[in-house]
């Protein structure tokens, strides 16, 4: 069963440096998505993509952040000058229809900021 | 703000019973409801979606939506210890396709 792949599955930075967090959709899917969840907290939007654009994004979103999709298949966030409140799981999720059907998980990256 | 409301539980079960968790949403407009589970420290993981109103069978579970009160509700028959997880319900809002998630509900089923 195709599923969306994460790497790294774990990321220890310090604060100030600059992370990519890669991630392969499922291969047929055209909608892609950041979420990330801070320990004990809900899960939260940050970013859809589609079509080599970003679609909408939350205010979480800021300029430290970007996505991109540089080859056709893989699909990286990137903080670029990371904080302590950074420190998170992010999941990455694509999905083949933009309003129906799931949007399917991948198993996340633990982010950590020192 | 767009909310999803949940009680974050716990809500303790014994082996075999039936499970309901709630879920209630703000946004009148919204057009799909999802249930995942999410294990300790893992990634959400799909149990149910649901589009129109009623209930919607699969397996052991059954979720039911009722657009009118903005209120959905999955029920977990027979659980199982394994269901012991945080169900997570998310709503995908009117002309967007982000998904906006509850707290989630922690459920605990005891043998």
């Known amino acids: 069963e195709p599923e969306v792949t994460q790497t790294p599955s774990h990321q220890v930075t310090q604060m100030g440096q600059e992370v990519i967090l890669r991630c392969v959709p499922i291969?047929?899917?055209?909608?892609f998505y950041w979420y990330r969840q801070i320990l004990g907290q809900k899960v939260e939007f940050l970013v859809s993509?589609?079509?080599?654009?970003?679609?909408?994004k939350s205010e979480i979103f800021d300029d430290q952040f970007s996505v991109e999709r540089p080859d056709g298949s893989n699909f990286t966030l990137k903080i670029r000058s990371t904080k302590l409140e950074d420190s998170a799981m992010y999941f990455c999720a694509s999905r083949a229809d933009r309003f129906l059907g799931t949007q399917y998980f991948g198993p996340g990256t633990r982010l950590l900021v020192l | 703000q767009k909310e999803v409301e949940q009680n974050s539980g716990p809500l303790s079960v014994p082996e075999g019973a039936i499970a309901s968790l709630n879920c209630t949403y703000s946004d009148r407009g919204s057009q799909s409801f999802f249930w995942y589970r999410q294990y300790s420290g893992k990634s959400p993981e799909l149990i149910m979606s649901?589009?129109?109103?009623g209930d919607k069978e699969d397996g052991r579970f059954t979720a039911q939506l009722n657009k009118a009160s903005q209120y959905v509700s999955l029920l977990i028959r027979d659980s199982q210890p394994s269901d012991s997880a945080t169900y997570l319900c998310?709503?995908?809002?009117?002309?967007?396709?982000?998904?906006?998630f509850g707290t989630g509900t922690r459920l605990q089923v005891f043998p």
């Open positions: 993509f589609y079509n080599n654009e970003i679609s909408e």
């Open positions: 291969s047929n899917h055209l909608y």
């Open positions: 649901i589009y129109s109103n």
């Open positions: 998310a709503v995908n809002g009117e002309n967007t396709d982000k998904l906006i």
